[in-house]
């Protein structure tokens, strides 16, 4: 099969397309044989060596979380997974691998593939779905009628936490490039904001943080007195502020998203009732993943940027 795999941490030129050996089930596993895969900034990260201590020294290693496709086999105590099955999902572990034709992944890390969406799209949601439903649902405890703050709307997280925002009837305000306003409102923010023009101002009682240049201390001011924010950067500043924010009203918090069937068939439930719909920037063909890569890194993308693998 082939399969995207690097020998060394650096930039995107150590990407390279390879043939290698289909995988084979093991216990609580199924193979999967790809139709697409999304890349995230955390392959971009993970393969420029941010985070060595968790992805580790080993090499060759391979890229991609998120991803869609078909069963081709299912191994022990995998229960209710059949050969056949369209299914989506994102990869926690640090291994990675879904840049490929097959893959090995977790029965507890899938889901079935939303009916109505492409392949492309499936492979779309997983991970910003999931870090944005993660987000605003556990950290923010959102509820109806509450008003949110989006920096960086109008990325892989930021158009999926548009959506789910809504859906969980919260009053939405955008911050995006002038660019990117019409987008937002496109897919349901309530205010769009150009960031260049933002004087910090207004009262939200949840601050999501995606773009991650807006630290908790400069954002306290436009929380109500209870109100929470949430950084997508686990960096130790941002750490810090959220353990020292335990003794305070307004609270802080850092996300860190984590593969989860029930919370994926939440996503195909908003899906399936029209509340929520994967956005694709651009895709690519998987031998193009460098190409792919080079995009997602200019920090442009509006919605995501996907490798089609597999017709
Ligand atoms: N902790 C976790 O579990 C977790 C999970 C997912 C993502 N993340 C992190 O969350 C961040 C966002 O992820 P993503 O997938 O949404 O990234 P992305 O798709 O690469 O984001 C691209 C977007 O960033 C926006 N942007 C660029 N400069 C900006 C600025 N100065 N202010 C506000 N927005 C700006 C761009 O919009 P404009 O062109 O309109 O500026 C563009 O649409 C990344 O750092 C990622 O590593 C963390």
């Not at 043939?19 to 955390?42: D, M, S, Y």
């Not at 920096?151 to 789910?164: D, E, F, K, T, Y």
């Not at 960096?235 to 860190?256: D, G, H, P, T, Y």
Request: charged share 25%.
């Amino acid at each position: 099969m082939d399969v995207v795999e690097y020998d060394r941490y650096g930039d995107a030129s150590v990407l390279h397309v390879r043939h290698r050996p289909i995988p084979t089930a093991t216990r609580g596993h199924v193979v999967v044989r790809v139709k697409a895969a999304a890349l995230n900034p955390k392959d971009v990260l993970a393969r420029a060596g941010k985070f060595p201590w968790l992805a580790g020294r080993t090499f060759p290693k391979r890229l991609g979380y998120d991803w869609s496709g078909e069963v081709v086999e299912v191994g022990p105590g995998c229960g209710g997974l059949r050969v056949g099955d369209a299914l989506f999902g994102m990869i926690q572990s640090w291994s990675a691998g879904a840049c490929g034709e097959y893959v090995r992944v977790r029965a507890d890390e899938l889901a079935p593939k939303p009916s109505g969406l492409s392949w492309e799209e499936a492979a779309a949601l997983p991970l910003v779905g999931l870090t944005a439903l993660q987000a605003l649902r556990d950290h923010g405890k959102l509820t109806r009628g509450q008003r949110v703050l989006l920096n960086g709307a109008s990325g892989g997280v930021g158009v999926h936490a548009i959506q789910i925002a809504k859906a969980l009837g919260a009053h939405v305000t955008t911050l995006t490039s002038a660019a990117n306003c019409e987008l937002a409102l496109s897919l349901g923010a309530d205010d769009a904001l150009d960031y260049a023009r933002w004087t910090p101002g207004g009262t939200f009682d949840i601050v999501f943080d995606i773009f991650g240049n807006r630290p908790f201390a400069s954002m306290r001011h436009v929380l109500t007195d209870r109100g929470r924010y949430i950084s997508t950067v686990p960096k130790l500043a941002n750490l810090v502020a959220a353990a020292r924010s335990i003794v305070s009203r307004q609270r802080a918090f850092v996300v860190v998203v984590r593969s989860k069937r029930k919370d994926l068939e939440v996503l195909s439930e908003l899906v399936a009732r029209g509340a929520l719909r994967p956005i694709v920037d651009r895709v690519f063909p998987l031998a193009d993943v460098v190409n792919a890569s080079k995009f997602i890194e200019t920090k442009r993308a509006r919605g995501k940027v996907v490798l089609r693998v597999a017709p």
